[in-house]
Structures are given as C-alpha cells and as structure tokens.
C-alpha cells in the first residue's frame, strides 16, 4: 500500500492510506504482536486518533488500550456481501463525527485486509461529512488502488434516505455510483489472494490481480 501521513512521509509498516487529511483507511495490525506494535506506534507517531474497526472476526482493543492518544471502537460486521444495515451507518458516522470535531483529529477505518468494510465505512465519513458520492469514491480508490468498498451502494441507500432524497435524485446518484463502478473496474478476488498471501508472508505491500504492484 501507498500510506501516508499529512507529510507525505509514506508508512513503512502500516497497511493504510490516507485519504484525506482527517480520513485514512486500510487493513487490520499483523496477527504478530511485534509487528503490530510496530504499525501501532507508526499510526500513532502519523496523528492518528481514533481507530474504527470494522472486523466482525477480531479486534485490537488490547493494542490500543497501550496508547493514551488514541480512541479505539469496535464495531465489526462480516464480509460476506450481506446488505448492511443503516444502524451501521449511523453507528460509525456519529463516531466519526464526534472524532473529527476534535481539530487535529485523524480517523482510521479499517478491517482486515482494508479492501471492502474499511473503504465502506471510510465512504459513509465522507457522505457525512457533504462529499459527492462519486468524489468520494474516487478519493478512496485513488488513495488505495485495492479498495473495492463492496459497501459503498449500502452506504448511498442510508445516506439518501436520511437526506429524504426523492425518486429522481435517488435514481441518477445510483445511476452516477453504476457508471463509476464500470469505468473503474477492480479483480476482487486477486487483490483478496494477494492481500492473504502477503499476510501470511508478513509483507506490508501486496499486489492487484492485475499484477500492479501496490506498496514495493
């Protein structure tokens, strides 16, 4: 992964991208607790201050419980292609804003491989936060090329509902979020191999399926 902080400095251990200045997103710490401090203290050392961990399988509470700067909140669901519900939505918005009112504050939303319900949640910041839907999805896949925010449609459905969107704005956003997705095609499932692979290797960069390197 490309990650980097508000310097530009890129992340050495940390699968994680940034966004926006506020807004990072990305995968999970290492399974080795080693490494995971390492990327802890990386994040840490970069401004993050709020984690949002969107893995239903796991958690690091015991990690970020060591670190005094940072407010942790798990709220997992699975990655199965379930339709999300809006209290999601709601849950992890209403924790982001109170997050981000803070100035200074830098927010990550992640998962395990930061592919689907990390970039997800990150979308459903920046629809809080007023972006254009199709901003929005282009700032995350331009910050990081393996994001497929396979929860992104789920995330639109609440955030026009809360708008009390009427049939025509709904329809031609869909419409715009369609088009997006066939102009910007990603092979999920060989970016999901190579994100496993170098997992289990302990590599911090992996590869698309399309055989673009992504963080050499």
């Known amino acids: 992964m490309h990650g980097t902080h508000e310097t530009g400095t890129p992340l050495r251990w940390a699968d994680v991208d940034t966004v926006t200045d506020g807004l ?14 390492a990327q802890a203290d ?14 239903a399988e796991a958690g690091d509470a015991d990690v970020w419980g060591a670190f005094a700067g940072v407010t942790y909140r798990w709220d997992g669901i699975e990655d199965a292609g379930q339709v999300v519900g809006h209290d999601w939505f709601d849950a992890v918005t209403a924790f982001a804003r109170a997050a981000l009112a803070v100035p200074g504050a830098r927010l990550l939303t992640h998962c395990h491989l930061g592919v689907n319900r990390g970039p997800s949640a990150g979308f459903a910041v920046l629809l809080d936060q007023g972006w254009d839907p199709v901003d929005a999805l282009g700032a995350i896949r331009g910050a990081r090329p393996v994001a497929a925010v396979a929860y992104a449609e789920d995330a639109l459905d609440w955030h026009l509902a809360r708008r009390g969107a009427g049939w025509f704005e709904r329809r031609r956003t869909r419409a715009r979020v369609e088009e997006w997705r066939r102009d910007h095609p990603l092979d999920v499932p060989g970016v999901v191999r190579s994100g496993f692979a170098a997992r289990e290797a302990g590599e911090r ?9 992504v963080g050499a």
């Not at 990072?24 to 401090?37: F, I, K, N, P, S």
């Not at 990386?42 to 893995?55: C, F, I, K, P, Q």
């Not at 960069?205 to 390197?213: I, M, P, Q, R, V």
């Open 24 to 37: 990072l997103v990305g995968g999970g710490l290492d399974r080795d607790e080693v490494r995971a401090l």
């Open 42 to 55: 990386e994040l840490a050392a970069a401004g993050v201050t709020h984690v949002l961990d969107a893995r």
């Open 205 to 213: 960069g992996w590869s698309l399926g399309t055989g673009l390197a």
